[in-house]
């Protein structure tokens, strides 16, 4: 469990990261991406970025490769902003957890849409 400042430190990271990737990047390679976490180490020398990509495999595969290749200008960009001794290395990986919810979402709805379509079978003790 991260402590406060962890935390803190984590979501500067991650609104530091958002920020330039909203800026833009020159690297056509990266599509859509959302920063949805960073996991910073406790000595702030790595951190592991969680990031969805709107897309297919192949869009994701490409926005990875375009995201490493830019980890320079975006720990440049970490360094300028925040206040902190080390500038963490960056590693980009695709956050799963999103695709895991849009799956058990996909799944529920289709068991409502088979359970509303399954006629009711008559109770007994209620007479018509």
Do not use: C, W
Request: glycine share 8%; aromatic share 4%; net charge negative.
């Amino acid at each position: 469990m991260a402590s406060g400042r962890m935390r803190r430190v984590n979501e500067a990271l991650r609104e530091v990261i958002s920020a330039r990737l909203a800026a833009g990047l020159k690297d056509p390679r990266i599509g859509f991406v959302t920063v949805t976490a960073v996991d910073a180490s406790p000595d702030l020398r790595h951190a592991r970025v969680y990031v969805s990509v709107l897309g297919d495999d192949e869009d994701l595969e490409q926005s990875l490769a375009g995201l490493r290749s830019s980890h320079g200008y975006l720990q440049a960009g970490i360094a300028h902003e925040l206040r902190i001794k080390h500038t963490p290395t960056l590693e980009f990986v695709h956050d799963e957890s999103i695709d895991h919810g849009f799956r058990i979402s996909e799944l529920l709805d289709k068991e409502a849409e088979d359970s509303a379509s399954v006629p009711n079978p008559p109770h007994e003790g209620f007479s018509s």
